[in-house]
């Protein structure tokens, strides 16, 4: 038992807030470059969002994206997009392409007549194509999914702030929330600069990246909050310091065990849920970063009221003073 | 000191135990599934054939035999999102209205003078009376057709929104009525969509309401949405009406009551007919698929007593006219009465296959649609897609275990070990809730369950973390475990409880792949706090107890 992989020593005393306006800075840039980004190329909405129709094709034989375009132009659909799907998964005999017809004009319902005629002439290029999924989504339900995404995205953030608030400090929640829509906006910024397309499951991705984030965030503001009350003189940019240098093994360590599984999931896991687990991952790495930066920086400009003392109210949860002297 | 209870003890092997043996039907799917169809059947025909026999006693019946249902995404099958178009309704009860109200306006044509129905939208029934001083009269009479709506909000209202102004009465549905009757059609709609699937006979398909005026219906195995389509997305709305002409044009003028339809079978024939039904579907009590007297595919029928009993009375007034057969708006054919048709059955032949026939008569058995059931959202997954996914999900699955595993065990050691196998232990236990309550797992919801494997450690991370810092204040390997566990709480909550509270909002506001996500990711975060802390805290416990190391590096 003597080996240990020792990912970060056993004490460090880095200081994190040596670099505090250059993190201050980067971050500041990544959030405006991400809403320029997001202004500029937009998102690459999904059906989900946009309505429309996708048809998955595979085929034994190559994909010829040109061809497949030429037997769609007929049919006067608008606007078309086919994409080569690539995945290390897929078998030597496995050639598959997205086919993306954006909504019909003054339909609201789908048409069968549309999918049926898009498939009989994608027969006619390559007679082995088959279909192994066709979705469609009318622009009524796009536009109330939409609506539903962007309630579920500030109704999270607002319950995790108020969550956050009764449990420590108004402080900690506004430095919880800042960096949490710092990293949604980031990872969506990520999403319009690669024009990842962006569905309802990247939504369930998003929330997801804000629970890990503020899972990150409490473990540091928990034992912020135990130093708080253990050394009362010291400064605050002190207590910061050594509570995210006591809590960096620990960050260091769930990161790596949850980017492990996540990674293993982004390469083998199939094309269909990648777009969903890169946002998982990414999102994981920047809620690491933004935790250990943004949420204190925030916290350090509030300050916090240091004499917990005279406060009853945390003498109600449960372990903060087991290690009171 | 460190120590637990027996009856915790006891409580939590107890525990693990009980996940895991719900869990344990899935490693053998394919044949638990054979077992659990195989026994449904026989409940329900009372008919045991050796196969059924066989695949019955393929899987002990004493046994757990849950599975995790699978997401469409996983198995394949049809997805539709369905919108009532529950305004039809206001129309056909104005339209059901209006030969009663003229009869009964009619008794007093001598002070009301002559009553006609005025063009009005859809959904309103305008009347025009000869005296409009008599107006208030008129007003009364509509009003004698008004009941009360008997509704939690609704109540004191009348069923009718009666307005008069000039000669003519205005009638159409009060709000309170409009929702009651809404409730009553989607009510309606979802039991005939459902009645039809059955008769199809799938297993297992998803038939719900949603919001207001919605129905999803998911169907698993099926080839197609398009199929399916054809089978629900049939209004099936069957009328007799008389005919009141026979022309080539589409847009003829007619009068209100009237409406053009095309004929079916006939390419530019249209039929002017009467708007107001003599007899409809809803009064027939049986349908078949037969032959007509050519050899023709066709569909006989029967009428219940009151639907004989109109269209005797109507046949027989009306000798030698033609009347109409009409099928969503389209007529199937336009018989001309020889005689009065007294025995309540019929038979409707057209332009159809023997396919046609079969699905006319499974559709008219199975009622009508109240009204027209638009598609909003329609997906299909092959199965192989599926299986595609389930293998992906598996490999990526076990490759994130092992990874994270040799991770733990590299950090922490034995303690590693034990984080490992509570992880083990957490696996099948998701995989044990999920059969208990028979969710459903779908592609997002594998990824939730890899993520959980992940974050699942976390708990354990902050645990031996925490210890391994108690350790330097050298109190002792038992007081540091001790501590360890105790210190870490509080984040631990904290921690668990945000995601929660993610997890809660994605279930209620998601929908299907996205819930799916949300509920594997909630009863992860349960169990793996379960075996994080009391699983690992049980061995680690037992081995101190057994070792008594007296120093212990972690």
Known sequence: MAFRLKLVPDHTEFDFFRWQWLTVGISAAMMLASVVLLLLNGLNFGIDFKGGTTIRTESTQAVDVGAYREALQPLGLGDVAITEVFDPTFGPEQNVAQVRISAQEGTEAVTPETIAAVEAALQEVDSSITFPSVESVGPKVSGELIQTAIYAVLVSLAAISVYIWLRFEWQFAVGAIVSLAHDVLVTMGVFALFQIKFDLTTIAALLTIVGYSINDTVVVFDRLRENLMKYKQRPLRDLMNLSVNETLSRTVMTSGTTLVALIALLVLGGDVIRGFVFAITFGILIGTYSSVYVAKNVVLWLGVKRDWSKKTKDDASPFSGAEAP | ?554
């Open chain 2, 1 to 554: 000191m460190l120590q637990i209870d027996r009856w915790k003890r006891i409580l939590i092997i107890g525990i693990c135990l009980l996940g895991l043996a719900y869990a344990m039907p899935n490693l053998f799917y394919k044949r638990v599934e054979a077992h659990n169809d195989a026994v449904a059947t026989i409940e329900k025909t009372g008919v045991t054939t050796p196969e059924l026999i066989a695949a019955r006693d393929g899987w002990p019946g004493w046994l757990p035999s849950g599975l995790v249902n699978l997401g469409l995404d996983l198995r394949g099958g049809a997805h539709l999102l369905g919108e009532v178009q529950v305004a039809e309704v206001y129309k056909a009860r104005m339209d059901a209205l209006w030969p009663e109200l003229r009869r009964a306006l009619a008794d007093e044509r001598a002070t009301l003078g002559a009553v006609r129905r005025a063009i009005a939208p859809e959904g309103v029934l305008k009347i025009e009376i000869g005296n409009a001083d008599q107006l208030p009269r008129a007003v009364e009479i509509v009003r004698g057709f008004s009941d009360p709506v008997t509704t939690l909000s609704g109540a004191g209202q009348s069923s009718l929104d009666i307005r008069a102004e000039g000669n003519a009465v205005t009638i159409q549905l009060s709000e309170a009525e409009k929702a009651v009757t809404d409730d009553r059609t989607i009510q309606q709609s979802l039991e005939i969509v459902r009645r039809r699937v059955d008769e199809v006979g799938t297993r297992e398909p998803t038939i719900m309401r949603q919001g207001s005026d919605r129905i999803l219906i998911q169907v698993p195995g099926i080839g197609s949405a398009a199929e399916l389509k054809a089978l629900i997305g049939t209004t099936a709305k069957l009328t007799f009406n008389s005919v009141l002409g026979t022309g080539g044009d589409p847009d003829a003028r007619v009068g209100p009551g009237q409406v053009v339809l095309p004929a079916a079978d006939q390419e530019g024939v249209y039929y002017t007919i009467d708007d107001s039904p003599v007899v409809t579907g809803e009064e027939l009590t049986d349908a078949l698929p037969s032959t007509d007297q050519n050899g023709m595919p066709s569909v006989d029928f029967r009428f219940n007593p009151s639907g004989a009993r109109k269209f005797g009375a109507y046949t027989s007034a009306n000798v030698g006219q033609p009347f109409a057969i009409v099928l969503d708006d389209q007529v199937i054919s336009a018989p001309v009465i020889r005689q009065a048709i007294t025995t309540g059955s019929g038979q409707i032949s057209g332009s159809m296959d023997f396919a046609e026939a079969n699905r006319l008569a499974v559709l008219l058995r199975a009622g009508a649609l109240p009204a027209e059931l638009t598609f909003l959202e329609e997906r299909t997954i092959g199965p192989e897609l599926g299986q595609d996914s389930i293998d992906a999900g598996r490999v990526a699955s076990a490759v994130g275990f092992v990874a994270v595993i040799a991770l733990m065990v590299l950090s922490y050691g034995l303690f590693g070990v034990f984080a490992s196998i509570a992880l083990a232990i957490n696996m099948g236990m998701i995989f044990g809730v999920l059969s208990m309550i028979g969710a459903t797992l779908t592609l997002p919801g594998i990824a939730g369950i890899v993520l959980t494997i992940g974050m699942a450690v976390d708990a354990n991370v902050l645990v031996f973390e925490r210890i391994r810092e108690e350790l330097r204040t050298a109190r002792g390997p038992a007081r540091a475990i001790e501590l360890g566990y105790e210190k870490a709480m509080s984040a631990i909550v904290d921690a668990n409880i945000t995601t929660l509270i993610i997890a809660a909002i994605l279930f209620v506001l998601g929908s299907g792949p996205v819930k799916g996500f949300a509920v594997t990711l909630t009863i992860g975060i349960v169990t793996s706090v379960f075996t994080a802390l009391w699983v690992t805290r049980l061995m680690t416990v037992t081995w101190f107890e057994r070792a008594r190391p007296r120093q212990i590096e972690v």
